[in-house]
């Protein structure tokens, strides 16, 4: 088989940092544990569709293999709605296959253009973290290739260590080849959403508190432009998959399907001028006055899950030196006043996200390094410009302070240091790392700016 | 509902033909050497299609094989409406243009390998009166060029192997199609940078089978080629001998 390498830039999704790596891309299983033989400086991390935002999927002057060829369906239980697949399988895949037979996602972030391989790497949550955990809790076992050539299973049961190190260890204990999830029986294609409206971060929390326990999903957008009164002011999106008889009577014969969306895409990078405070502000202001509460609104699974992946390369909004999402979670206690610091610290030094989404967060799901933590989690988008990363250095403080921490899928900039600090389980996945991957073959540009492997003070 | 099998079927292109036969309900059979990956791909088939997919092995280059082997297939399925040619290499073309052995082997798969399978298929359906052969050739078999000749005039060979084909069975309802692609985004032009009209597999796939249920003679996928190999056809050679192509 010929050696299939390509000299490239490449960049996360939020297009900030860029590292020349070299790709890989087999077609044939066996073609893995081949490209893993290969001589590169930098050794190998295996990449999906490049959602992470930052430097995760990065491996400068070192292997990426592209997983995204591999993408087959390998059984399928109908009965009990297990799937067991390839690694390079995407979201979309899954649903576009199995929703029209009742079977939807466990859990899902807010793209469906990224592979279950990813997603179990970065040990992604969704809408319904509060009430089932992350996605790790809906992955039955894993098949592992490890940088020996040896292929391992390993579940709860058979290796957990493994299987602990590997839901959320971000492609670096081994390549993923397969999945075996657990999919959720769902009778349509649609959601019942309750909007509330709320006018300051107390109404948010509270609503929050309140409401959360009788829906499986909840989401808050919020406006972090307005000050004073209306600080911490948003839309709360309460969700629970809609029941054949909560359709229209037209929708009945055909509950699975949904209308189709035009895709729209953003052809250019926008000048940098075009997310300012002044439009930003207009921006949240138009967001929040359409978004009066209502109840029973029924919203297709598209437009409730993935209203960004509509509007493809979204990310080029952002302009040419692109953005980075900030999102940290905050333990319960003292949530209120952490959050409150949060976004003052950000309003005070005028990095005004484009967007801000909140939400609570339940149990972990034993995943290592995992990021979820009972608490409030915030994601942030700014785009790069000079100054935010001092800014965001200080808004790193204020989670190290709470106990909290920074979602790796989403990072790009934090030190070494702020990740040592809050990944006080790190120790315990050093350990299997050493063990499945003794020599370091699996590295990434993310591994080694957290210095993931040495102890850091 | 169709009966066909496709041989070669590990290739990303020989997949997704046959997504787009399992879609429309017809049964299939795939046949290749990498029987790993021949069931993983069998699988994905079932799952997503709820098809029918029967496997084997087949080697392209065993030509005594392929009498049992076409035999077992219209065995297990019953009968056969169609045979998709797909199976191909430029594995050791640059071997190729230094060492006997290597060019046999690209001829041994890309031509002999096909034409041994597809005579037996052809006197198959003419007896029955029907059927499709559709054989995946390529632009490359289009004009000799010294960056693949060796692979180039084993597929230029397989185009006129087709033609004839055509020309001898189009009396007796059986149809040939000639499929011509362009580059795929596939291993073989991986890491060649800013190639032409690089289409995806999934999209040279679909045209393909157009081509192929619209009862086509021969089609350029994209349709593009055809033009493209239209203007470098028309080269004079006293000019194209000193080309760079």
Redesign the interface.
């Known amino acids: 088989?010929?050696d299939?390498?390509?000299q490239k830039e490449i960049t996360g999704w939020g297009r900030y940092p860029r590292a020349l790596c070299h790709l890989y891309?087999p077609?044939?299983?066996?073609e893995v544990a081949h490209t893993l033989r290969q001589e590169e400086p930098n050794g190998f991390l295996p990449r999906g569709l490049g959602r992470a935002y930052g430097d995760a999927a990065l491996n400068s002057e070192g292997g990426v293999i592209l997983m995204e060829?591999l993408d087959?369906?390998?059984?399928?239980d109908e009965t009990t709605g297990v799937?067991r697949c390839?690694a390079g399988v995407s979201l979309a895949d899954i649903i576009a296959?199995f929703l029209p037979r009742g079977w939807f996602l466990p859990v899902t972030p807010g793209t469906k253009f990224c592979t279950i391989g990813a997603c179990v790497a970065c040990d992604i949550h969704g809408k319904n973290h509060h009430h089932d955990g992350s996605i790790g809790n809906f992955v039955r076992a894993l098949t592992l290739l490890l940088s020996s050539g040896e292929i391992v299973r390993c579940s709860r049961e058979v290796n957990p260590d493994i299987f602990y190190a590997t839901v959320g260890g971000m492609g670096l204990t081994g390549i993923t080849l397969e999945v075996e999830l657990q999919l959720r029986r769902v009778d349509t294609a649609w959601i019942t959403v309750d909007y509330v409206r709320t006018r300051d971060l107390d109404e948010t929390l509270r609503t929050f508190h309140e409401r959360d326990e009788h829906y499986l999903y909840s989401v808050a957008w919020l406006d972090c432009v307005a000050q004073g009164k209306g600080f911490g002011r948003g839309v709360l999106m309460f969700g629970k998959h809609a029941q054949i008889d909560h359709l229209p009577a037209a929708r009945r014969q055909n509950p699975f399907t949904i209308p189709r969306k035009r895709e729209k895409t953003v052809p250019v990078d926008l000048p940098e001028f075009a997310l300012n405070p002044l439009s930003l502000k207009a921006f949240n202001g138009v967001y929040y006055t359409t978004h009066p509460s209502r109840e029973g609104v029924l919203v297709d699974y598209n437009t409730y899950f993935y209203p960004l992946d509509s509007i493809l390369q979204w990310n080029r909004a952002y302009g040419k030196r692109g953005f980075v999402q900030w999102q940290c979670v905050l333990p319960y206690e003292k949530g209120i006043e952490n959050l409150t610091r949060i976004l003052e610290t950000a309003q005070r030094r005028r990095a005004f996200p484009f967007l801000s989404v909140l939400k609570r967060m339940g149990e972990s799901s034993g995943g290592i390094l995992s990021f979820p933590m009972p608490g409030y989690t915030i994601a942030l988008d700014f785009p790069v410009r000079n100054g935010l990363f001092e800014v965001l250095d200080e808004l790193d403080k204020i989670v190290i302070e709470a106990g909290g921490r920074l979602y790796l899928a989403k990072d790009a900039r934090m030190s070494a240091e702020t990740f040592h600090a809050t990944y006080p389980q790190l120790p315990r996945w050093q350990a299997v790392k050493a063990q499945v991957d003794p020599k370091g073959l699996l590295q990434s540009d993310m591994e080694r700016r957290l210095r993931l492997m040495e102890a850091v003070k | 509902m169709r009966r066909v099998l496709i041989a070669g079927a590990?290739?990303?292109l020989a997949r997704y033909r046959a997504h787009e036969f399992a879609r429309l309900g017809d049964t299939l059979f795939l046949a290749a050497r990498?029987s790993?990956?021949l069931e993983?791909?069998a699988?994905?088939v079932r799952?997503?299609f709820g098809a029918t997919v029967h496997t084997g092995r087949f080697d392209a280059a065993a030509v005594e094989e392929h009498e049992a082997f076409l035999q077992d297939v219209i065995r297990t399925l019953g009968g056969l409406e169609g045979v998709v040619w797909v199976a191909g290499t430029m594995?050791g073309l640059a071997e190729a243009f230094r060492t006997p052995q290597a060019v046999k082997r690209l001829i041994d798969v890309n031509f002999t390998g096909a034409a041994s399978l597809l005579t037996l298929a052809a006197c198959y359906f003419e007896e029955q009166g029907e059927g499709f052969i559709a054989g995946i050739s390529s632009v490359a078999g289009d004009r000799g060029r010294g960056q693949n000749y060796p692979y180039g005039a084993a597929k230029g060979g397989f185009s006129l192997f087709l033609q004839g084909l055509r020309n001898r069975l189009s009396k007796r309802g059986v149809q040939v199609t000639t499929i011509k692609p362009g580059f795929i985004d596939?291993?073989m032009t991986?890491?060649r940078?800013k190639l032409p009209f690089l289409a995806s597999p999934q999209r040279v796939a679909r045209e393909s089978v157009q081509a192929i249920l619209g009862g086509k003679d021969i089609a350029y996928v994209p349709a593009i080629w055809w033009l493209v190999m239209l203007v470098i056809r028309a080269i004079p050679e006293s000019f194209f001998k000193r080309m760079n192509i």
Do not use: C, K, N, Q
């Not at chain 1, 077609?27 to 066996?30: A, D, K, L, S, T």
């Open positions: 088989m010929p299939t390498l390509l891309r077609e044939r299983v066996r060829r087959r369906f390998l059984a399928f799937v390839e296959t | 590990t290739s990303p990498d790993d990956e993983r791909i699988s994905d799952i997503r594995d596939t291993h991986w890491g940078d």
